[in-house]
């Protein structure tokens, strides 16, 4: 089973950018579908944006614009760019592996990314 490390997380000030890294221990070419998913606390857990080995993406309302996910087979790691941060992207954001969107879903621990107004 594929094991997933997160990075990148951190404090930042509102408007500010962090890139997380989402790196994987087998080829991410065998998983069809990647995402970022974020929780704050209180809130359940949202998906933030998914990408496909074929290059679909799909980003919740509240980020399009401002972030970007993309991945690198060669380096078996996913990344979410993330722009123009706002308080309310304060959560711990988690990558997660599918091979589709049928399948079970292998989970990373998480990166705390804290935004300050």
């Known amino acids: 089973q594929v094991q997933l490390v997160e990075s990148g997380g951190g404090l930042v000030q509102a408007g500010g950018s962090l890139r997380l890294s989402c790196a994987a221990s087998?080829?991410?070419?065998?998983?069809?579908?990647m995402g970022w998913y974020r929780q704050a606390p209180g809130k359940e857990r949202e998906l933030v944006a998914l990408i496909t080995t074929g290059g679909g993406l799909n980003y919740a309302d509240s980020v399009k614009g401002r972030f970007t996910i993309s991945r690198d087979n060669a380096k078996n790691t996913v990344y979410l760019q993330m722009n123009s941060l706002k308080p309310e992207d304060t959560a711990v954001y988690t990558c997660n592996a599918r091979r589709s969107l049928a399948s079970a879903a292998t989970w990373g621990q998480g990166t705390q990314v804290t935004v300050s107004s």
């Open positions: 087998r080829k991410i070419s065998k998983y069809n579908v």
